[in-house]
Every structure is written in structure tokens, then in C-alpha cells.
């Protein structure tokens, strides 16, 4: 249920198929509109022998797809009222997620992350440090172009998977009852309101099956400057170790931006320290990481102006952490898009603080914003555009040497972009195009 085109379903279809599955494969999305998902799995199955045809229901699900199955295989994102799931359920057809699943059948060591925001950052980290053990270690979860479960044929009892999660994906862990060993928790803001229909709770319900079944042999991971951890602690059953950006060595030479990282950081290394990883080797690690790429990401200099891409900012609190890390009132700044029912007072002043100009990608988030900046008095340039090659040749007429053009969008990517990576990549390439 939910092919999708980033990957992760393309790569599940084909572990399944391998394995010899009959499969019905539904998705809300049209044939055309899946068109290269579809190409890609038709020429994986092609001379295979040993491979059943693949029905394709497309452009909607059906009832009657969801009761005689052996089982769903539900991907991150369906609704959490999905009458399609519920009519599996009641028919008493297991509900299964990638993640959790290949949680529950492999024997390997896990580390999780979650959190509101940082998760890519704190796992890249952990997975570089994990390495450093001798052990193999692998990397998995809410990664593009990527699913987890066909790890299962790889990994072995002593390796560890570092494996980054989100709250949708975290609906499968509560399902089995299981939670990793090592949980990782960066922090908890608003986010996915549109989804969780403005219920904070139901947002830090998901959130919670990363610790909820640990044991006390376990370890949970924990922000000290995040009031949401304080109240995670308070529940935990496994040791609850705690991080801040303090534990950073300022004298330690860093390549990414911001006080944000820091704290990412501090995560990775309390990890490191329950593996027994010499601080030595955490800190040369640290030093050679330079930003993952769609976060905080340098991307080039031309004519004095620099450009950085950050389209994984979906939220306010990750344009304010952008914009504070690059500091200077010396920004212009690409955001705007499709909302998530968050909330930009708190982003507004500090646009006006950091951003001499502001460019708006149109989609449903974009007036909201805007009637912020009007609240705070946002005098300088503010342009609405409708696409990122307008948005980036609108940045570089306000940029002058020495600036920086920063895309933080701190909104969904949906409607003019099929999603966050897409956002990204046309802003790569707008960018690659100046001469």
C-alpha cells in the first residue's frame, strides 16, 4: 500500500517479489504519475522465472484488496484513519512497516533516531562512528531511494544498522511492541499537523514507540534542552543518557553550521560512548563531516555570493536554526510552500533579523508567511514565484558579494515539487546553470 517514487517502495516490491510473493501493489497515485516506479520494478521482474506477475491497482485502493492477503504492507505516510487498514484489520490481515519488520526478524544490534529535526545529521554521524567499532555496520530507514527490509539479507547477528525513523514509521515499531536497543531522541517540535489533524499528541504518541518497549537493559538517548525528552525520561525503562551542545570541545574544528549541530552532534557522541568508541576517534570523525546534503548544504560560490541548500527544512524552527547559523543580516532567503498546519510567528522576526530579501515559492503555507511578515514590519523585498528557476534568478538580482542565497523553505514541498528531493535537485541546478 503506497508504491510511491522515492524508492523505498520500489525497493520492498522487489525483496517481496524475490521471495517469491504474490503481490498486489495499490497506490492513490495514477499509472502515469508512477510511470518510472512501475518501469523500474517491470525491468527487475523481467526473466525472472521464479517471479508471480505483479497486479498493479492504481488511481485508488479497493476493500476487497485488503481482506484475502496474508498480509498489508502499509508505507510511511498513510492516514491514520485509513478506513483500507481498518478494513484489514477487521479481517484480521497483519499490518507490516519496512523498518519494523526487518526490526523483528533480524538478530543484529539497532540503533534508532528519530526527533523533530537533526535525525539525518545525528545518524550519518552515528553510522560514521559506529564503523569505527570493527564491527560491519549498516545504515537504513527513512533514507531516499532506499528500503530497509532487503538488509535482512545482508546483516548478521554482531553487525549493528543505524537506522534513522520518522513518526509515521514508528506506527510499525508500536505495532510489533519492540523499540531498539540504543533509542536516539534529538528533540520535539510541532510538525505534521496537517497529517496528525493538529493533535500534538497524537504526533508525540508515534514519536514514543521508539523507547516504549525497551527494556532496562536498554538505552534512550535524551536532548536535556528539550521540555518534550524531560517528559520521555520520566517513561523511560531503559538508562537514560542525556546530551546538550555544551558537550561539544569548542575547541573541536567543525565543517557544519550552526548551534542546532552542535547539539547533533553531542547525540552522536553519548552514542559513541555507550559503544566504548575513544573520544580520539569520535572527534576526528566529527571534524572530516562535512553538511548531508539538502541540509545546511553548501553548494557553490560565484561572484562572491554564496549558496546553500537546506529544501529538508519543513518546518519554521529549522529556517530559524539555517538562518542563526549563517548569521549577518546578509541572507536571501527561498522559502515558502505547501503547509503543514505550522505555526510562523516565531519565524518571522527572525527573517527580519537575518534576511534582506525574501523570496516566496507559491503553495498554501506561502500567505500565511507573509501575514507574519507584514505583522513584524518586513520592510525589505518580498517576491512570490512559481518556479525555483524564477526563485533563484530573483535571488541573485537582490544579492551583492558577500551575501548569501539560502534555501530554507521551512514548509511542505508539495504542489509545485513532487517532494522535498525534487525541491532540492531544481535548486542544484538552477544553481550549477550561473556562469
Given at each position: 500500500?503506497?508504491?510511491?517514487?522515492?524508492g523505498r517502495?520500489?525497493?520492498?516490491?522487489?525483496?517481496?517479489?524475490?521471495k517469491g510473493?504474490?503481490?498486489?501493489?495499490?497506490?492513490?497515485?495514477?499509472?502515469k504519475?508512477?510511470?518510472?516506479?512501475?518501469?523500474?520494478i517491470k525491468n527487475?521482474?523481467?526473466?525472472?522465472?521464479?517471479?508471480?506477475?505483479?497486479?498493479f491497482?492504481?488511481?485508488?485502493?479497493?476493500?476487497?484488496?485488503?481482506k484475502n492477503?496474508?498480509?498489508?504492507?502499509?508505507?510511511?505516510?498513510?492516514?491514520l484513519d485509513?478506513?483500507?487498514?481498518?478494513e484489514?484489520k477487521?479481517?484480521?490481515v497483519?499490518i507490516?512497516?519496512?523498518?519494523?519488520?526487518?526490526?523483528?526478524?533480524?538478530?543484529c544490534?539497532i540503533?534508532?533516531?528519530?526527533?523533530?529535526?537533526?535525525?539525518?545529521?545525528?545518524?550519518n554521524?552515528?553510522?560514521?562512528?559506529?564503523?569505527?567499532?570493527?564491527?560491519?555496520?549498516?545504515?537504513?530507514g527513512?533514507?531516499?531511494?532506499?528500503?530497509?527490509?532487503?538488509?535482512?539479507?545482508?546483516?548478521?547477528?554482531?553487525?549493528?544498522v543505524?537506522?534513522?525513523?520518522?513518526?509515521?514509521q514508528?506506527?510499525g515499531w508500536?505495532?510489533?511492541?519492540?523499540?531498539?536497543r540504543?533509542?536516539?531522541?534529538t528533540?520535539?517540535?510541532?510538525?505534521?499537523?496537517?497529517?496528525?489533524?493538529n493533535?500534538?499528541?497524537?504526533y508525540v504518541?508515534?514519536?514514543e514507540?521508539i523507547f516504549?518497549?525497551?527494556?532496562?537493559?536498554?538505552?534512550?538517548?535524551?536532548?536535556?534542552?528539550?521540555a518534550?525528552?524531560?517528559k520521555f525520561?520520566k517513561?523511560a525503562k531503559?538508562?537514560?543518557?542525556?546530551?546538550?551542545?555544551?558537550?561539544?570541545?569548542?575547541?573541536?574544528?567543525?565543517?557544519?553550521?550552526?548551534?542546532?549541530?552542535?547539539?547533533?552532534?553531542?547525540?552522536?557522541?553519548?552514542v559513541?560512548?555507550?559503544?566504548?568508541?575513544?573520544?580520539?576517534k569520535?572527534?576526528?570523525?566529527?571534524?572530516?563531516?562535512?553538511?548531508?546534503p539538502g541540509?545546511?548544504?553548501?553548494?557553490?560560490?560565484?561572484g562572491?555570493?554564496?549558496?546553500?541548500?537546506?529544501?529538508?527544512?519543513?518546518?519554521?524552527?529549522?529556517?530559524?536554526?539555517?538562518?542563526?547559523?549563517?548569521g549577518?543580516k546578509?541572507?536571501?532567503?527561498?522559502?515558502?510552500?505547501?503547509?503543514?498546519?505550522?505555526?510562523?510567528k516565531?519565524?518571522a522576526?527572525?527573517?527580519?533579523?537575518?534576511a534582506?530579501?525574501?523570496?516566496l515559492?507559491?503553495?498554501t503555507?506561502t500567505?500565511k508567511?507573509?501575514?507574519?511578515l507584514?505583522?513584524?514590519?518586513?520592510?525589505?523585498?518580498i517576491t512570490?514565484?512559481?518556479?525555483?528557476?524564477?526563485?533563484?534568478?530573483?535571488?541573485?538580482?537582490?544579492?551583492a558579494?558577500?551575501?548569501v542565497v539560502?534555501?530554507?523553505?521551512?514548509?511542505?514541498s508539495?504542489?509545485?515539487?513532487?517532494?522535498e528531493?525534487?525541491?532540492?535537485d531544481?535548486?542544484?541546478?538552477?544553481v550549477?546553470?550561473?556562469?
Open positions: 500500500m503506497g508504491l510511491g517514487l522515492l517502495g520500489i525497493g520492498i516490491v522487489k525483496y517481496l517479489a524475490g510473493a504474490r503481490l498486489t501493489v495499490t497506490d492513490l497515485k495514477s499509472a504519475d508512477l510511470a518510472s516506479s512501475i518501469r523500474e527487475f521482474l523481467k526473466n525472472k522465472k521464479w517471479a508471480h506477475p505483479i497486479k491497482i492504481l488511481g485508488k485502493h479497493r476493500p476487497e484488496d485488503f492477503v496474508d498480509m498489508v504492507f502499509k508505507a510511511a505516510g498513510v492516514p485509513s478506513p483500507f487498514i481498518a484489514a477487521k479481517n484480521g497483519p507490516f512497516m519496512d523498518d519494523a519488520l526487518f526490526a523483528r526478524e533480524a538478530e544490534k540503533i534508532g533516531i528519530t526527533g523533530t529535526r537533526g535525525k539525518t545529521t545525528t545518524s554521524l552515528i553510522y560514521e562512528i559506529t564503523k569505527t567499532t570493527g564491527k560491519k555496520t549498516y545504515f537504513g527513512n533514507v531516499r531511494g532506499m528500503a530497509t527490509l532487503p538488509l535482512l539479507e545482508k546483516v548478521k547477528k554482531n553487525d549493528f543505524v537506522l534513522e525513523l520518522s513518526s509515521w514508528l506506527q508500536r505495532d510489533l511492541g519492540i523499540s531498539p540504543i533509542s536516539v531522541v528533540n520535539i517540535y510541532p510538525d505534521h499537523q496537517n497529517y496528525y489533524k493533535s500534538m499528541a497524537k504518541h508515534d514519536k514507540a516504549t518497549n525497551q527494556t532496562k537493559n536498554d538505552f534512550l538517548v535524551l536532548n536535556k534542552n528539550c518534550w525528552c524531560r525520561a517513561k531503559g538508562k537514560v543518557i542525556w546530551f546538550s551542545a555544551g558537550d561539544v570541545p569548542r575547541e573541536w574544528n567543525l565543517k557544519i553550521l550552526g548551534e542546532h549541530n552542535l547539539e547533533n552532534i553531542a547525540a552522536a557522541m553519548a559513541g560512548k555507550i559503544l566504548d568508541i575513544p573520544a580520539v569520535i572527534k576526528k570523525i566529527v571534524e572530516n563531516l562535512g553538511a548531508v541540509r545546511l548544504e553548501f553548494v557553490r560560490e560565484i562572491g555570493v554564496k549558496y546553500y541548500n537546506d529544501t529538508t527544512s519543513t518546518m519554521p524552527e529549522a529556517t530559524i536554526a539555517a538562518l542563526r547559523a549563517i549577518g546578509k541572507n536571501i532567503l527561498i522559502c515558502g510552500g505547501a503547509d503543514k498546519n505550522l505555526n510562523f516565531n519565524l522576526p527572525v527573517i527580519k533579523k537575518y534582506k530579501a525574501v523570496v515559492l507559491s503553495g503555507a500567505p508567511l507573509q501575514k507574519q507584514l505583522i513584524t514590519n518586513y520592510q525589505l523585498p512570490v514565484v512559481r518556479s525555483m528557476s524564477e526563485a533563484v534568478k530573483t535571488a541573485r538580482k537582490f544579492a558579494r558577500g551575501d539560502l534555501l530554507s523553505p521551512s514548509a511542505a508539495f504542489g509545485m515539487f513532487k517532494n528531493f525534487e525541491r532540492g531544481k535548486f542544484l541546478k538552477e550549477k546553470k550561473i556562469k
